[in-house]
Structure formats: C-alpha cells, structure tokens
C-alpha cells in the first residue's frame, strides 16, 4: 500500500454520508499545521481564494462566493428566494423538490415559512421532467435539483435544468453538484451569463475529503451572486477551511486519485449486487443506492455492530429495501461488502 492508501487508523468504517473514507489530501494537514498565530487572529477575506476557486471552475472570482459547507449556500438560497428575490410575487412562497432527495432543501424551506412542494419518484427515479415544469406556479421563488442526485447517484438529463430555469423565471434554481468532482459533470459555464435566475452549488465536503471544516461554493452571474449574498453572515467562512481549501485545490493529483478510487469501488459494489441479484443504480457520485429487501433496516444495524456504518434509505420515497453505501477506498469497499455478505446470512441461534 502507498502511503496514500494507507487506512487512516480509526476504527469506525462510515461509509453512510458520503464522506472521502481516505481523509483530505496530506497536503492539507501540512498546510493547516504551517498556519500563523496571526492568521487564526485575523478575520478572514474571500477575495484571493475566490479568484482561485473561480479558476478551478473557469469563471471570473464574482462569479463565485465561498460559503459555509454547501449546506449554508442551499440555506442563502431558500432566504435570498423567499424574502428578496420577486418579494412583491404571492406568498406563501413555494419551494420545490424532486424525491427522494437531500434533506437539507426541505429543513431550509421550513426555516423561510415556504410551502414545499415535492415531486414524488418516477419508476426507476426517471428525472420528472414533465411533472416538475407543471408544478412550477407565480408563488414558485426555489427549485433544488441535484446532478447527480443523492441518494440514487443518478443524473439529470441534458438541457433539462436550462428548461426549468427558463420556465421559472420568478424563481431562483439552485441545481446541486455536490458530486460533481465523481460526475466529472457541471452546468458552470456561459448558460450561467444567459440563465441569471440559476445557480449551481458545490462542494469540497466530499471528493476533498474537507467536511468537518465546512467549505463549499455558488456559483453564478454576479447580479445573482450580490443578490443572494445579502444574507450571508460577514467572515461564515473561517479561515482554516480558506487555507485548507486552497492547499487541496493545488493537489488535484490527490483528487484524481481518489475519484477513481471511488469509481473502482462502484464496479466493485455493482459486481456484489449482481451476485446476489438485488437491484442497484448505475451512479455517477461516491456512493451507490442498491436494493437489498425488507431486511434494510436489521442488515444496516448488523453491520453498525461490527462498526461499519450505511445508510438506511427504507423510509425514504421510492427507496423502500434500500441502503446507500459510500464508494470510496477500494480497500473500505471490500471490507464493507465482505460484512455485508456475512450479514445477509442467516443468523445461528
Ligand atoms: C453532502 C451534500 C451537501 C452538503 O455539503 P456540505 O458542504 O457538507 O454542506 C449538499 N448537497 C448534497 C446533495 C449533499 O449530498
């Protein structure tokens, strides 16, 4: 094993919220631990790191604002929509989301007093293309997409996320690419100059393996930037996820790595669901959602015993008999999936 792959040490094995299962790359700890005493005294300024996170993506540095986690771009959103985007439009305002999804759109839409309004699963989680355009109403102010979604790993069809936005001007579309870093997809780019009512959101939580320092990003036109930034706290961005962050974005070999670690342990889990005939989705993110049956819920606790932890989707819409299980180091993989075929066997008394 390089020095890359080695396991981290800990003993936990989390592989139910799509954290890197590596850790960040080396050289982020470096950077962190050459920090200044002045540094952590010194409020923290977006604007250099901005410029370079706006390289990453291939815009100019006003087109990007660095945010606390995606999580708080997802919250300026829903606030930036309800309260100042079209205030004079009818209330209560209405949020959209395309079930299942991540939890955190519906948490921010009840933060805003907005009505949510779901678009229930498609067989085989098709993207409700159709059904989503015909829900969009005048109190409509957010849509949340996600490409590719979480927890199906599934991604939206081309062009289907430019027609919404165009459909929906009196709302602002966040389209979430939380795994974008794993789809090797983004919607960043000149549609955001023509499309000024959409947004796309990204994260460093989880193909850097920087969650715990809770550092993500909007990007978009930077009238749309200025209007949803009225929300955010001054400094939300502290200054060791800014250093952290930028230590990360000059190590993409570290990225590169990893992202085909977890595209390894795709094929691996794919292999395993076909062993045992349970249906799974193809994904293009770091996790896979596959159908293991009505015993979801007690094969997740078997394995929580022996430390290895995923996700229960059971009660989620369209994902009854489903768990969600990280792809990341194939070494993990193996691991998760040697005790998951040991937990499907019956049990001796
Ligand atoms: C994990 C996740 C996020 C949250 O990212 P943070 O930067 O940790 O706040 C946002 N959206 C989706 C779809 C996610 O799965």
């Known amino acids: 094993m390089t020095e890359q792959q080695a396991p981290s040490g800990r003993r936990d094995l989390r592989l139910h919220l799509n954290e890197n299962t590596a850790g960040c790359s080396p050289a982020v700890v470096a950077a962190l631990r050459a920090m200044y005493r002045e540094d952590v005294a010194t409020y923290p300024r977006q604007p250099a790191l901005q410029a370079t996170v706006g390289r990453w993506f291939g815009v100019p540095a006003d087109w990007v604002r660095l945010t606390n986690g995606l999580d708080e771009g997802i919250q300026m959103v829903a606030q930036a929509g309800a309260w100042h985007y079209g205030a004079s439009r009818p209330s209560p305002a209405e949020v959209i989301v395309v079930d299942p999804t991540f939890e955190v759109y519906e948490l921010c839409a009840e933060a805003v007093g907005a009505r949510l309004v779901r678009i229930?699963?498609?067989?085989?989680?098709?993207?409700?293309?159709?059904?989503?355009?015909?829900?969009?109403?005048?109190?409509?102010r957010v849509i949340y997409v996600t490409?590719?979604?979480?927890p199906t790993g599934l991604g939206i069809p081309a062009g289907v996320v430019d027609e919404i936005a165009r459909r929906a001007p009196q709302a602002l579309v966040l389209v979430d690419e939380a795994y974008g870093d794993f789809s090797g997809r983004t919607l960043i780019g000149p549609r955001l100059e023509r499309q000024r009512n959409l947004l796309v959101g990204r994260t460093f939580a989880k193909a850097h393996g920087l969650a715990g320092l809770r550092i993500g990003t909007l990007v978009a036109h930077p009238e749309t930037i200025s209007l949803v930034c009225r929300v955010q706290l001054p400094f939300s961005v502290n200054i060791s996820a800014m250093t952290a962050l930028a230590a990360s974005l000059a190590d993409r070999s570290y990225l590169d790595w990893y992202v085909s670690e977890s595209a390894a342990?795709?094929?691996?889990?794919?292999?395993?669901?076909?062993?045992h005939g349970f249906t799974y989705w193809p994904s293009e993110a770091n996790f896979v959602l596959l159908r293991v049956g009505e015993?979801?819920?007690?094969?997740?606790?078997?394995?929580?015993?022996?430390?290895?932890?995923?996700?229960?989707?059971?009660d989620?819409?369209?994902?009854?008999?489903?768990?969600?299980?990280?792809?990341?180091?194939?070494?993990?993989?193996?691991?998760a999936?040697?005790?998951?075929?040991?937990?499907?066997a019956p049990r001796p008394h």
């Open 337 to 344: 999936l040697a005790a998951l075929e040991d937990s499907l």
């Open 120 to 140: 229930g699963p498609e067989p085989d989680f098709r993207f409700p293309t159709e059904r989503l355009l015909a829900a969009i109403t005048p109190s409509t």
């Open 147 to 150: 490409d590719p979604n979480n």
């Open 265 to 275: 342990s795709r094929e691996l889990i794919y292999d395993f669901c076909r062993r």
């Open 295 to 314: 015993g979801a819920s007690a094969i997740a606790e078997r394995l929580a015993e022996r430390r290895i932890f995923v996700r229960d989707k059971s």
């Open 316 to 335: 989620s819409p369209g994902c009854a008999g489903c768990l969600r299980i990280t792809a990341g180091v194939v070494a993990h993989t193996r691991l």
